[in-house]
């Protein structure tokens, strides 16, 4: 998968290159958002930073309103066979679009690991060929187009300095999806850095799990909370005024305890950073 | 008699207590976040690590899908080298088997080389009610033994003791077990190893019986290997005059030269180290040199349930490096006894619902006793997807399904107590398949917003003990964007 | 057939047998979905992994071994045919020791120097009678460059496995022309499984306390390499 993501992305490049050789940039970028049902119902902001961002990029946003959720929190839990439905949904969603962009790393990850994965197993449990298949193209469909969002601008665009200013201290936790299962590397890393006005923090056991994890938060409350907690130690000790990451799910978890700790240390997705101006902080 | 783990609460309310253990909680972060550091650097002096990793996955998967083959190859060269070999369908067999040939040799004491099969199966407490006395001689075993304790690490099985702990056990406990510890011993780590050169070495040299595992087993020259660093296996292995070795039917890995790919994936995976102080091969009996007889236990006890599982059974591939275990930030906190095995950690939390099936509440909860953070699947040097097997295990607690048990398929219940959830589950994703029911339920909730608590009562309570909700927004992104970007709905 | 005969009338004689069908048939169960025309070469293993790590010139190699060696706390010297007796003779006075283990293909003239008590290795030599040796000289059979490890294998001038084991100082010579190899494959492919094989990289050590490394604990708690370069004669 991972090899043919690389693929992906490598033609993304190579097509954006035709795009903005062609002289009058007629044929403008289209992307689908993947909002992602936690944005949509708790985080709008975001999906509105992630719009004003791509838009300020010259990419045209499009947000089909059949989209709903990946399906990841049905299918982690252990219900995989209501998760299919949700896979089905994402991929007609998306059918007319050959980026989708989406400001979750762990969505990405559930749509480029999770659904060829739903696929394989409905073949294991032996369930008709008709289903097996239709579960598989909707799969294929979807994996090489789908795009975390610092992935999207750093591979496909190819920008790492987006014109974003944000003055304010900043430390960063790199998600246990983006950081382990997409591999995001330093590319958000390489965003924040030439964002101007923000000063980058370290954060000691940055790679360490805030504690999170989906129904792990309310099924091992005990465990979760001490992950939390040490998590937000680190985080306090940066002396940075906000903690960005690429993942509003983490920062409910990180946000709700710091709120909780009485500490002024703002949750802050990375798209709201980026989508930040001279003319307008976010 | 030692105690057990049988009867032990499900993960979340044993892991609830160790977390709040300061003292538990701060002996393990200082031992595991040592060892994370060293063992990436010894995994990256090797440019070539993950295509080792890729054929010591690609080993034990063939070894797997043919163990049959392997298996028979195994016994008839442990045979022809000089070995006996037994057949243990379950741990009662094994502890029958090991009993048996214990007494024929007319000793009431054996040695034992750190197994975790052994612990697995309950040998000690098998070999106590024969009248047998097992002298662990591993330290940390040791330290678990005299401390009347149970393992919390597959490699360090005492590492929730910090040493001025370790110390005060082996001043209390050793004199009750053979030589006492030394006057005025002190907490430093080479003192409580002095300590335990002395008080174990007459019994090395007085054994004529040893009880061992084995790290792997070769099936094309009958060759078994422990890996070791303290020099109590080599005693073990060398000194008595009968062996027993005690191996699970997935140690297996079928030639002589596939140890190049496992002698370069453990010791680094494990301690560390480059390679471990001392790793010990033979293979049958050799004359004049070593045990006269040598009896091999091959063991089942849920390993080939185990393997009628697709997705489970890799979870067989393990080689119990436990580099799992000291990644893990959820064994961190929780400590090993919480998982309710020897087998702690992620690699526990898919091994022993496998190997002894989803029987108490204890094992239905071992499947979510994870972040799925994937740190374990990073670190593993066979590429257990753990976090994959886990989400694999959920589904069979939360649907119930076909499984094996003793060797018999069977379909499964779902576990109680889920059925709230399942009821909750079907209602969430027939709303997240509707979208226009989303949108109402997130305008209900935009219009409540202000009447809503930050704080949560009943089972919410799980989340809002320690973390604010987040404030509902007065309008959804889809609101907005139907409101702003006019209706493309 | 080679089916377990139990030795002598323990209970695992009566019952191995019944079992081991049924463990062979639970296995060939739960592998359903394996093709019944794959043959076990046909699961594919990649083994593009290096043969070694790096290139080396062969004294490179040994200078490895010996960095490895000390890496790992073992002490660690050079010399070559005519200085070993002195060498080893020095090194066993250094320790004070009076008596030590040899094995009976020892050569002739490494201890030639030394004033200690040979104890030669038979298999009459009981492990109480070792613990009062005060060290071991051996040879070896191999050593791995990149790991620090020397091997014995049981030959004349390694002796019984014990002998290694029980004294608490264990000197082993290294003859560097033809006894180094870079890496553990290249190890195995020398080596013989027939024979029983002791890898020993250092001192015995523990990491079971706070998982924090510790060096000595029941094995030789010193550990000296000697690593000799033969004459050509």
Known sequence: ???????????????????????????????????????????????????????????????????????????????????????????????????????????????????????????????????????????????????????????VLGVTDVGAYFPHTVTYHPTCHGLRMLGLGDRPRRLLEHVRGLELRELAGAEECCGFGGTFAVKNPAVSAAMGADKTRAIRKTGARAVCAVDNSCLMHIGGTLSREGSGVRPVHIAEILAGTEGRVL | MSRTYVGMPAFPRAAAVSAGDTTLRANLRTATHTIRAKRAEAVAELDDWDRLRAAGAAVKDRTLRHLDHYLLQLEENVTRAGGTVHWAADAAEANRIVTGLVQAT???????????????????????????????????????????????????????????????????????????????????????????????????????????????????????????????????????????????????????????????????????????????????????????????????????????????????????????????????????????????????????????????????????????????????????????????????VVQGGETTIRGTRTVIKPAKGHTMERAMMRTTGWVLDHPAALRRGQRLAARARRALPRRLPGPGRAWSDTRDLPEVPPESFRDWWERTRGGDA | MTAAHGAGPGPGSRTSHPSRERILGRIRRALADVPSYERPADHPVPRDYLRTHGSRTPAESVDLLADNLSDYRATVHRTDTAGLPALLAELLARRGTRSVAVPPGLPGGWLTDAAVEPVVDSPSLSAGALDAVDSVVTGCALAIAETGTVILDGGPDQGRRRITLVPDHHVCVVRVADQVVDSVPQALERLSPARPLTWISGPSATSDIELDRVEGVHGPRTLEVVLLVEDDR
Not at chain 1, 40 to 67: I, K, M, N, W
């Open chain 2, 106 to 396: 007319g000793e009431s004491e054996v040695v034992k080389v750190k197994s975790m099969v052994t612990q697995e199966i309950g040998l000690n407490d098998a070999l106590e009610r024969a009248g047998i006395r097992a002298y662990e001689t591993d330290l940390a075993e040791l330290i678990v033994q005299l401390g009347d304790d149970l393992p919390s690490h597959i490699l360090v099985p005492a590492i929730h003791r910090g040493r001025s702990e370790i110390r005060d056990i082996f001043r209390e406990h050793m004199a009750d077990w053979g030589r006492p510890a030394p006057e005025g011993l002190t907490d430093r780590p080479a003192d409580l190893a002095e300590a335990a050169r002395l008080h174990l070495r007459e019994k090395f040299l007085r054994a004529k019986v040893a009880v061992s595992g084995a790290n792997f087993m070769v099936a094309e020259t009958g060759t078994l290997v422990v890996v070791e660093s303290e020099g109590n296996g080599r005693m073990c292995l060398t000194l008595p005059d009968t062996l027993i070795s005690v191996v699970g039917i997935e140690k297996t890995v079928p030639t002589w030269r596939d140890l190049e790919i496992y002698l370069q994936l453990l010791p680094r995976s494990s301690t560390a180290e480059r390679m471990n102080p001392y790793t010990s091969t033979w293979t049958g009996t050799t004359a004049d040199d070593g045990p006269r007889a040598f009896h091999l236990v091959l063991l089942d006890n849920g390993r080939t349930d185990t393997l009628a599982d697709q997705v489970g059974r890799q979870a067989l591939r393990c080689i119990r490096c436990s580099a799992c275990l000291n990644v893990c930030p959820v064994y961190e906190r929780a400590g090993g006894h919480a998982y309710g095995s020897p087998y702690p950690g992620p690699i526990g939390a898919i091994l022993t619902p496998q190997l002894r099936g989803l029987t108490s509440p204890l094992e239905e909860s071992l499947p979510f006793a994870s972040s799925l953070c994937g740190a374990c699947y990073e670190v593993c040097p066979v590429a257990i997807d753990i976090p994959d097997v886990l989400v694999h295990l959920r589904e069979r």
């Open chain 1, 1 to 155: 998968m991972s090899v043919s993501f690389t693929v992906a992305s490598r033609c993304g490049r190579m097509k954006r290159q035709m795009i903005i050789g062609r002289e009058g940039m007629s044929d403008v970028m289209r992307v689908g958002l993947f909002v992602t049902c936690v944005n949509d119902t708790l985080y709008p902001r975001t999906g509105r930073a992630v719009v004003s961002l791509l838009e300020r990029l010259g990419v045209e946003v499009d947000f089909p309103a059949a989209q709903s959720c990946c399906g990841q929190p049905l299918s982690n839990t252990g219900y995989r066979h209501r998760a299919e439905a949700l896979m089905l949904r994402y991929a007609a969603a998306f059918q007319g679009h050959e980026y989708v962009v989406t400001p979750s790393a762990s969505c990405a990850a559930m749509v480029r690991e999770g659904y060829p994965r739903i696929a394989a197993r409905a073949a294991v449990e032996g369930r008709s060929r008709a289903e097996v298949e239709r579960l598989s193209k909707a799969a294929a469909r979807v994996v090489t187009r789908t795009y975390e969002l610092t992935e999207f601008l750093v591979d």
